[in-house]
């Protein structure tokens, strides 16, 4: 029937979101706030592993894994790995059998990948936040550095560093970069 996959959970936010699940389904869970109130998220958010749906002992007092059954997606599995800082949780179902073991391991790694894959980079410094806050606030160079009270070849050296740390070209792709990953 479709899957979510939320990445790199952070703050109760995701840095990636994605999902396929029927729209009408989507449409209903976003309008009452069900990722607040998903015994699957709970789960996933609290334990690291794999478990089918019809596994998970914890309280649905807003029934929505029932709401769920009554669009199609009767069987599941929740896939959680990560730490509980940076978390990534897949949610797979379908509506006409229990996944195999073999379909649960492959969720598993899939899950393991995307949480590898999508992994931010290491700290920024303060330093290197700085530089490309300004930056990306408009400062040219010149300007940003003197706001800091540096010279222009200490701010360039902070940009580069900045770069090299984000895996980036250009600086214009590390701030995307670290706008994307909430540094700044």
Known sequence: MGYTAGV?????????????????????????SYSLRDPLVFWG???????????INLPDPFGVLDVAADHGLKFG??????KITSRTIVGVSRSD?????????????????????AEPPGELTPAMIEALRLVGDGFRHTA????????????????????????ARTTAEALRMAREYRLI
């Open 97 to 117: 059998r229990e996944f195999t073991d073999p379909e649960i391991d492959e969720v598993a790694a899939l899950a393991e990948a995307l949480h590898e894959i």
């Open 8 to 32: 790199h959970i952070r703050f109760a936010s995701p840095l990636y979101l994605r999902s396929t699940y029927p729209q009408a389904w989507q449409d209903i869970y976003a309008a009452n």
């Open 144 to 167: 940003a550095a003197a706001e800091i009270g540096i010279s222009e070849s200490a701010l360039k050296a902070r940009l580069s560093s900045a770069r090299e740390r984000l895996g």
């Open 45 to 55: 958010i609290s334990q690291s592993g794999s478990i089918r749906w019809s596994k």
């Open 77 to 82: 599995v929740v896939s959680s790995c990560g």
